[in-house]
């Protein structure tokens, strides 16, 4: 048996040769999943033994994130917001820029109130079910058209306790006609199908494309989230969306000419915009 100091320099060292830059806090990671301890036990205890069935698991899964598969992947959970996600490949990541949504939509409505939503290309559920779960009063309708995300983001809605606040439909922003709403948020693919390539090997080898990628220009969904949310919201109601830095200019010709008002737009942690509220006149 070797301990566990041992084990993690020997991954770390082996992830940096193979080009793996987040090699040191991937590996206590992936370590901290196999021992089911936090990572303040692992550095406490770091020349503990460790067993060897142990040390064959966690080189398995180190093996794993040196051919770049995503660490959210390889445990099928992801923290985001103030909760904990299921994800797998049929699902873009959740990523803590898209955190600035779920900041902003609640701090413009409060506990009590009464609210309707949609979420549009729901992915994992992420975005809906952390508002859900501090809007005790809200209720959400969510939509993608992959199968296999819904059925990750229904599993989540009920890992939350929040099957019977959340419908779930299987559907195209075109070809949803279903009521009306106070709220709409989406996080759709917005990247330009030619930008495509220089995304990081993590990103492009591994998460759905059709959750990435925006058409040629990167507005091809956006441009219809846009368009179907002014004939699905209420006067009055608002349509959150994340976008790419470079669209604002863009996207808020696109929004006048859908008769919004743009009320502001957010940047993320980078100092980039990323967020776009407006209203529906």
């Known amino acids: 048996m070797e301990n566990i100091n041992t084990v993690l320099l020997r991954a770390k060292k082996y992830l940096l040769n193979n080009s793996i830059k987040s090699a040191t806090i991937d590996s206590e990671i992936l370590m901290c999943s ?13 020349l503990d033994k460790i067993e060897d069935d142990k040390i064959n698991f966690f080189n398995e899964l180190v093996e794993r994130r040196k051919k770049n598969e995503p660490i959210a992947y390889i445990l099928k959970k992801k923290d985001f917001w103030k909760s904990t996600f299921y994800v ?34 729901t992915g994992s559920g992420c975005i809906i079910i952390s508002i859900l779960k501090d809007r005790p009063n809200f209720k959400g309708i969510a939509i993608d058209v992959c199968r296999n995300a819904l059925k ?42 030619f930008n495509l390539k220089y995304l990081e090997k993590d990103v492009i080898g591994f998460e759905p ?8 220009d990167g507005f091809t969904v956006l441009k219809k989230v846009i368009k179907k949310s002014s004939r699905l919201l209420r006067i009055g109601g608002k349509l959150v969306l994340e976008i790419g830095f470079d ?16 009320n502001k737009i957010i940047k993320d942690y980078g100092n980039r915009d990323r967020c776009v509220i407006c209203t529906k006149l």
């Open 34 to 46: 196999v021992l089911k301890k936090s990572r303040e036990h692992l550095i406490i205890n770091i």
């Open 209 to 216: 494309s059709l959750a990435l990628e925006g058409g040629i």
């Open 88 to 121: 797998d490949k049929n699902v873009l990541i959740p990523r803590p820029d898209t955190e600035i949504l779920i900041e902003e939509i609640l701090s413009n409505y409060c506990k009590n109130q009464k609210l309707s939503i949609l979420d549009i290309g």
């Open 152 to 193: 990750i983001a229904k599993y989540n809605a009920k890992m939350h306790q929040l099957e019977n606040r959340i419908k779930f439909y299987k559907s195209s922003v075109d070809n949803f006609f279903k009521g009306k709403y106070d709220l709409i948020i989406s996080n759709p693919p917005y990247i330009n199908k």
């Open 247 to 262: 669209q604002k200019f863009k996207i808020k010709e696109l929004l006048k000419k859908e008769k919004y008002f743009v």
